[in-house]
């Protein structure tokens, strides 16, 4: 399972997003929205 950091559109913490996937390669899943653990906001995962 890959873990992916993003940052919260509100509150600017660091979130760890779970995907599934390796960390070796560019190859990994991630949910298209997730909540910040800190403020509960809804976050949308970047298209990078």
């Given at each position: ?18 995907g ?10 991630v ?8 403020c ?9």
């Amino acid at each position: 399972m890959a873990h992916l950091h993003y940052t919260c559109w509100n509150c600017d913490e660091d979130c760890v997003v779970h995907g599934d996937g390796c960390d070796c390669c560019d190859l990994v899943e991630v949910p298209d929205e997730w909540d910040c653990w800190n403020c509960g906001a809804l976050n949308y995962t970047p298209d990078d």
